[in-house]
T-cell receptor
Framework: AQSVTQPDIHITVSEGASLELRCNYS??????LFWYVQSPGQGLQLLLKYFSGDTLVQGIKGFEAEFKRSQSSFNLRKPSVHWSDAAEYFCAVGERNRDDKIIFGKGTRLHILP | GAGVSQSPSNKVTEKGKDVELRCDPISGHTALYWYRQSLGQGLEFLIYFQGNSAPDKSGLPSDRFSAERTGGSVSTLTIQRTQQEDSAVYLC??????????????FGPGTRLTVL
């Protein structure tokens, strides 16, 4: 069965610093990969997704993620965080078969220091 | 255009009472999902509707939980005989219905349920 792991429950970075949020998955084939963001009191919003092709994916709000097949990872990065990036970030994995399910990680809460 | 809406935004109820949570998906989206979000637990899948197909109810935690989708649009999640462990944020999402594993899901703001 597929699974997705976000090893960091909380991360704190200073405003202007770079950010990397980790996501690892377990799946027999290359899955569909997503990152969603949830601001306080809001639903989730898609940041970016990977289906195939170029393994470096650009998203909204200056985020990017890189798919690394050898490491079964899809880490999210941003070169310089802003206070408004404080939120919870969810990695999600979608199956490429008839069952076609999507599984969400437990999330990483990002705190920004002024 | 309008996004996914959910009502009520907050619901406080007493243990043992029934509650109904409503979701209005984006117009034209044939797929609809319900999730439960508890502190530190991420998103727990509850139920998935796609067009006229039989819903995937595999995530419903007990027979106290049920959901319906009328006319392929509005959905209602019903929790009977609520328990304190049902306290959580209930999120609804909709998508185009092209592919369950590949679709971008559009989420509503959620209903925060508190069971006293």
């Amino acid at each position: 069965a597929q699974s997705v792991t976000q090893p960091d429950i909380h991360i704190t970075v200073s405003e202007g610093a770079s950010l990397e949020l980790r996501c690892n998955y377990s799946y027999g084939a290359t899955p569909y990969l997503f990152w969603y963001v949830q601001s306080p009191g809001q639903g989730l919003q898609l940041l970016l997704k990977y289906f195939s092709g170029d393994t470096l994916v650009q998203g909204i709000k200056g985020f990017e993620a890189e798919f690394k097949r050898s490491q079964s990872s899809f880490n999210l990065r941003k070169p310089s965080v802003h206070w408004s990036d404080a939120a919870e970030y969810f990695c999600a994995v979608g199956e490429r078969n008839r069952d076609d399910k999507i599984i969400f990680g437990k999330g990483t809460r990002l705190h920004i220091l002024p | 255009g309008a996004g996914v809406s959910q009502s009520p935004s907050n619901k406080v109820t007493e243990k043992g009472k029934d509650v109904e949570l409503r979701c209005d998906p984006i117009s034209g989206h044939t797929a609809l999902y319900w999730y439960r979000q508890s502190l530190g637990q991420g998103l727990e899948f509850l139920i998935y509707f796609q067009g006229n197909s039989a819903p995937d109810k595999s995530g419903l935690p007990s027979d106290r939980f049920s959901a319906e989708r009328t006319g392929g649009s509005v959905s209602t999640l019903t929790i009977q005989r609520t328990q304190q462990e049902d306290s959580a944020v209930y999120l609804c999402a909709s998508s185009l219905g092209t592919s369950r594993g590949a679709d971008t899901q559009y989420f509503g703001p959620g209903t925060r349920l508190t069971v006293l």
